[in-house]
Every structure is written in C-alpha cells, then in structure tokens.
Nanobody
C-alpha cells in the first residue's frame, strides 16, 4: 500500500509563489510516475503536471512557463514550484502516483490566490 502526504498549500497574492511537496511512503519501490492534479469548485479535476521516473515531463497549457515539477527519487518526493500565480489557479491540488498499474491519491491541499 502507498500513502501520499502533501504540504505547502495556502493563501497567496496574485503574482506570488508557492511550493507544493508530496512524499510517498509504504510499499513503493522502483519505477513509478508522480504528478499533480487540481480541482476548482464546479469544475472537473484536471492534470497540472506529471513527471516519470526517467524525468519525462508534461504540463497543462495553462501553467506552462509558470510552474515547475521535479522529483527526488531517493526521498520518493515530488514538488511543484508555482510562480506568477493567478486567481484562476485557485483549487485543491492533489498528488498522484501511478505504481504497478495502480493509482494513488493524496488528501489534497488548498491553494488560494487572492488579494
């Protein structure tokens, strides 16, 4: 079983920055993909970014050039650096891991961008 613990969410002004972190623990070894999704009120959950075990990265068009995803395989951790934040980035952000054909999700962390 895999457990995901997220941190770093909060309230930030437009144009500001936040860094989200997610640590995976439990029975997880070897090759797996880690990523971030988000869900705003009244909207479906959408992919923000993901990174494979080999470092292949994909970003949603809405965050390209502003967000950066990275991982530390030794710590089973994925990070999301969010810069130039906009009010439309406001959402609950979820960590996701794909491991042995299974999907695992964190509890979600709230990101609010407002003046």
């Amino acid at each position: 079983q895999v457990q995901l613990v997220e941190s770093g969410g909060g309230l930030v002004q437009p144009g500001g920055s936040l860094r989200l972190s997610c640590a995976a623990s439990g029975s997880i070894f070897g090759i797996y993909t880690m990523g971030w999704y988000r869900q705003a009120p009244g909207k479906q959950r959408e992919l923000v970014a993901y990174i494979t075990s080999l470092g292949d990265i994909n970003y949603a068009n809405s965050v390209k050039g502003r967000f950066t995803i990275s991982r530390d395989n030794a710590k089973n951790t994925v990070n999301l650096q969010m810069n130039s934040l906009k009010p439309e980035d406001t959402a609950v952000y979820y960590c996701n891991v794909v491991y042995n054909r299974g999907d695992y999700w964190g509890q979600g962390t709230q990101v609010t961008v407002s003046s």
